[in-house]
């Protein structure tokens, strides 16, 4: 019988050109969770049908898993749960006429998805947006950016005057 379930969060895995390999061919697996590990490589999931669940939350990756976006557009929708937020991801692939996102737009039961806390790029972002599947950005990664809120005169004069009062609420 081949291993369906691999869950091995939290451990300090790196992934090597080797292990990456071997991972790449658990290609029975069902469920994959390797959350919270600092992998350096990104897994490839190419031919991996029986995929529902990829947990890769907080992995440190820069680029989707090769052969992702496949089994998001796999008919019928094994894939139901991914996660890969709190990377490093700038670069969204197109995913709109995908079943993984047809399925997150039509509400379907048991179908999820986190991209948050990732820093992607605003063409990602907008990518993401049309296709139905929404992300958080980064925050941190965000902090450097100007935020500029233009408030009516008479509030900014209200909020420079009053802004080092400790009790002042705007």
């Given amino acids: 019988p081949a291993l369906t379930e691999l869950s091995l969060g939290s451990w300090e895995i790196t992934l090597t050109a080797e292990s990456r390999a071997a991972l790449g061919r658990l290609n029975q697996l069902h469920s994959l ?5 600092p992998l350096q ?13 990829l947990d890769l939350d907080r992995v440190g990756i820069t680029q ?18 991914l996660d890969l937020s709190g990377n490093r991801l700038v670069n969204a ?9 047809e399925a997150i737009r039509n509400g379907d039961e048991g179908t999820y998805y986190d991209f948050d806390d990732n820093p992607f790029s ?28 233009e408030l009516p005169p008479a509030l900014e004069a209200h909020r420079e005057a009053n802004a080092e009062d400790a009790e002042w609420a705007p």
Avoid: Y
């Avoid at 989707?64 to 749960?81: C, F, I, K, Y």
């Fill in 33 to 37: 969770r390797l959350g919270d590990n």
């Fill in 41 to 53: 490589l990104t897994p490839d999931v190419t031919g991996w049908q029986h995929l529902h669940t």
């Fill in 64 to 81: 989707w898993p090769e052969g992702l976006p496949g089994l998001m557009n796999q008919r019928p929708l094994v894939l139901r749960s």
């Fill in 93 to 101: 692939p197109e995913l709109h006429d995908t079943a993984f996102a």
């Fill in 122 to 149: 605003e063409q990602a972002q907008r990518s993401l947006f049309g296709a139905g599947l929404t992300a958080i950005p980064d925050m941190d990664a965000l902090e450097d950016e100007a935020w500029v809120i």
